[in-house]
């Protein structure tokens, strides 16, 4: 199965994969790697995923918004790949980044909803390396940023 069909068969639907507003570019292809820069938390309707998670979203809430970041990862990679995913060959690694409060500490459980979303639709090759990291803020107020790095064919 492909992995359009996978969307399909998932009941995903990829959002637009949008141009970066800043001094930077949304997807870098090096040698057979590509870079996807970070992609914040934005719902199904287009609206910021705001907050602070252990104060404003819980971890499940969370998790949620780390699943949206995943799947803006897959449409920059998409975009980046010609609109052909079967380019993509591995996802090596993900770095996510939760806005949380001090005492927040289930930030891997929180990027598990980019983790997990990746690996249902890529299967044993979407296994990769992770970071999951807390920050006390995060572009435009969002509660999370997961970017990422692939093997391409």
Known sequence: MNIDEKLKELGLTLPKATDPVGSYVATKISGNLLYISGQISIDADGNLIKG?????????????????????????????????????KLCIKL????????DFIEQPKVINGASDLIKK?????????????????????????????????
């Open 52 to 88: 602070k998670v252990g104060k404003d979203l819980n971890t499940d809430q969370a998790y949620k918004a780390a699943e949206r970041c995943a799947l803006s990862i897959i449409s920059q990679a998409k975009k980046a790949c010609s609109e052909d995913l079967s380019k993509i």
């Open 95 to 102: 770095t996510g980044f939760v806005n949380s409060t001090d």
């Open 121 to 153: 639709i890529f299967g044993d090759d979407g296994t990769h390396t992770r970071a999951a990291v807390s920050t006390n803020s995060l572009p435009l107020g969002v509660a999370v940023e997961v970017d990422a790095i692939f093997e391409i064919k």
